[in-house]
């Protein structure tokens, strides 16, 4: 279950077939326009337009809503810190029962709620609409101008698919290892916070050990394969922007000036 959670699943919708590289530049225009715009409005429809998105990729609507809930404690003490913690002098201050808070502050706490929601869910949008393989294709082929400056991009690129098809491989391994630690009456869900805190390292070293040794094994099959890194090495694919690429790279960008603008 934790590994599905982290996987791409092809489910056929229209996201999926747009080109990765429009997917990746979209990404990052929708995260610009996100993080400056400070009007209610707009960061409001920015966040509309990726759940408009989630329902076009046929995610499950479930998965968006663990998502989410699993940042609450976040929303919450974020809320708290700018609505009571962080009170400017010239805001009005609204008394409800034994608290006071500020109006403006509480804005400022639901602004950036919806900022980070958003972020959260572009990243999983991208990550669970595009497989790691066409993932790690078009950010090569974002960064190849870097690559005539004599930077290892073919490299970075590669060392950043398997970081990310090692994520639910160390998920599912963390798991085995937690409830292993639990039949045997250990783990972090037992004692006080000390103990709880002392229960950790146990679960964390073996899983360390195995990322080495899943990292040796690794290195050695592609030495065996004889892996030279990027030189001479031709992509399998050919990607060519379709009429639906140039229509959501224009709608990113439009995206973008509304926030800038606003």
Known sequence: MAAAFLLY??????????????KITASLLLGAALLITKEPAVKTGLLAVLVLLWGLARLPWKTLGYTLLTLTLFFASTLIFQAVLSVRPDETLIRWGAIRFSAEGALRGVLLCEQIAGIVLLL????????????????????????????????????????????????????????????????????????????????????????????????????????????????????????ADYAVLAAAFVGLAAAVVW
Request: net charge positive.
């Open 9 to 22: 699943q092809k489910r056929g919708s229209a996201v999926e077939g747009w080109d990765p590289r429009v």
């Open 124 to 243: 999983s949008l991208l990550v669970r609409t595009t497989s790691p393989i066409h993932l790690a294709e078009g950010l090569e082929l974002l960064l190849k101008p870097l690559a005539r400056r004599r930077l290892p991009v073919h490299e970075a690129v590669m060392m950043f698919q398997i970081a990310l098809r090692f994520l639910p491989i160390l998920a599912d391994e963390f798991d085995k290892i937690r409830k292993s630690q639990l039949a045997r009456g250990g783990g972090f869900h037992r004692g006080g916070v000390r103990a709880r805190f002392g229960g950790v390292f146990p679960m964390l070293m073996p899983l360390f050990v195995t990322s080495i040794m899943r990292a040796q094994d690794l290195a050695v099959a592609m030495e065996s394969r004889c892996y030279q890194g990027g030189d001479g090495r031709t992509p399998i694919r050919a990607y060519r922007f379709a009429d």
